[in-house]
């Protein structure tokens, strides 16, 4: 496994759509395992395929209970909402306020290539729409209802405010 370098906001691969996966093949399981271990190295919690420069429907997660690999993953069902504070490793130290749905249903194919479907809440839903996001050229700051600032100074802020 190698550690890739992670694309950062200004990379116009950020904002291309990605291409379906149709088989897997010994390139792709060494991206799947290099993505892993680049977002474990990161202290990420998800890590998409354009983010490591490639134009593919792949991301991994890992909030805790994972890793799961959902390579073409759609959307199903989402439900209910969240509203907090939300980084990407393509732009680190940076974070703004998003909100998602509390709650996603998610289909996609396993590193065995069978067809699985995911449920997540809190974490687990704000990443997978987050990483699933990227796989369309959306960043996170394209749904942002704060400015985007540097972490430290996000938290300060909004902490303050929630004191108040």
């Known amino acids: ?5 992670i694309r ?8 291309k759509r990605c291409r379906e996966i149709t088989e ?5 399981a060494t991206l799947i395992d290099d993505m892993l271990e680049t977002m474990y190295e990161a202290n990420g919690v998800g890590l998409a395929a354009p983010q490591v420069g490639i134009l593919k429907r792949v991301v991994v997660i890992d909030v805790g209970d994972g890793p799961y ?11 209910g909402s969240q509203t907090g504070g ?9 974070t703004a306020t998003v909100t998602r749905p509390n709650y996603v249903k998610v289909r ?23 990483e699933c996001d990227h796989l369309d050229g959306v960043l996170y700051t394209d749904k942002a209802e704060s400015p985007v ?7 300060e802020t909004y902490q303050a405010q929630d004191e108040e």
Not at 70 to 75: A, F, K, M, Q, Y
Not at 86 to 94: F, V
Not at 110 to 127: F, S
């Open 8 to 15: 950062t906001e200004e990379d116009e691969v950020l904002r």
């Open 149 to 155: 600032m540097d972490t430290e100074e996000y938290y």
């Open 86 to 94: 939300e980084g990407c490793l393509s732009l680190p130290g940076k």
């Open 69 to 79: 690999i959902l390579i073409n993953p759609v959307i199903l069902e989402t439900d």
């Open 108 to 130: 996609a194919l396993g590193r065995d290539m069978k067809e699985y479907e995911l449920e997540g809440t809190e974490l687990l839903a704000r990443a997978i729409c987050h």
């Open 1 to 5: 496994m190698a550690i890739r370098n």
């Open 24 to 28: 897997m093949t010994p390139k792709l």
